[in-house]
């Protein structure tokens, strides 16, 4: 599965859009981008995925460019329940496996 | 919908005992359940892949006589931490595959071993 870039941690205003980046520069055409987070001490929860098209869900936005080398994960307001690790993974489509990086600590502050 | 339980949620065990750890699809059948380990400040390590009613593949460095699993049906995986020493102590997650291939995960279970 080709490996994702993102930034370690990122501080967010509550109420206001909070926008996570990941680069995947060596996905291949078959590979999904997938969407995770993990509030403290708790399993992680599914958030959002997809193939090239961008994709919004209850929860949030998914934006993948172009050449499908880089994605954004939009959550649109938030909320101090929104501080968690967001991680990035990339999977291919007939594979199982989650293989999880160091993902991104985003903290929403009041 | 597609809700993973995990019991304990937390133990307490003595170094040398074992431990059941229970993983549980409670509205949906998962032919296969996958067992992660996370420690402190670090990411999610898999620990294994289970397909029911066949032996698990256990990731390179894990050891499988130490880490039983067991998937006995579609809605039922288990992990037992065989003669548990302090530096088992973790945090282990379970999740559990859907027909399309989407995971859904535990709320995880903290083991700390004296």
């Known amino acids: 599965d080709a490996k994702t870039t993102q930034p370690t941690s990122m501080d967010c205003a509550e109420g206001r859009a909070a926008n996570l980046p990941c680069n995947h520069s060596?996905?291949?055409?078959?590979?999904?981008v997938y969407w995770y987070r993990q509030i403290h001490s708790q399993g992680p929860q599914y958030i959002i995925h997809?193939?090239?098209n961008n994709e919004t869900n209850e929860m949030a936005s998914l934006i993948i460019t172009e050449d499908r080398k880089s994605s954004t994960l939009i959550l649109p307001h938030a909320t101090l329940r929104d501080t968690a690790v967001y991680y990035c993974?990339?999977?291919?489509?007939?594979?199982?496996?989650?293989?999880f990086g160091e993902g991104t600590q985003l903290t929403v502050n009041p | 919908g597609a809700v993973v339980s995990q019991h304990p949620s937390w133990v307490i065990c003595k170094s040398g005992t074992s431990v059941k750890i229970e993983c549980r699809s409670l509205d949906f059948q998962a032919t296969t359940m996958f067992w992660y380990r996370q420690f402190p400040k670090q990411s999610l390590m898999l620990m294994a892949t289970?397909?029911?009613?066949?032996?698990?593949?256990?990731e390179q460095g894990v050891e499988k006589d130490k880490f039983l699993i067991n998937h006995a049906s579609l809605t039922l995986s288990t992990l037992t931490v065989t003669s548990a020493h302090p530096e088992d102590s973790s945090f282990y997650i379970c999740?559990?595959?859907?027909?399309?291939?989407?995971?859904?995960f535990g709320p995880g279970t903290r083991l700390t071993v004296l």
């Open positions: 289970s397909n029911e009613g066949s032996k698990a593949t256990y």
């Open positions: 993974i990339v999977r291919e489509t007939s594979g199982s496996r989650l293989t």
């Open positions: 060596t996905i291949s055409g078959n590979e999904y």
């Open positions: 999740s559990a595959g859907t027909g399309d291939r989407m995971q859904f």
């Open positions: 997809g193939l090239k």
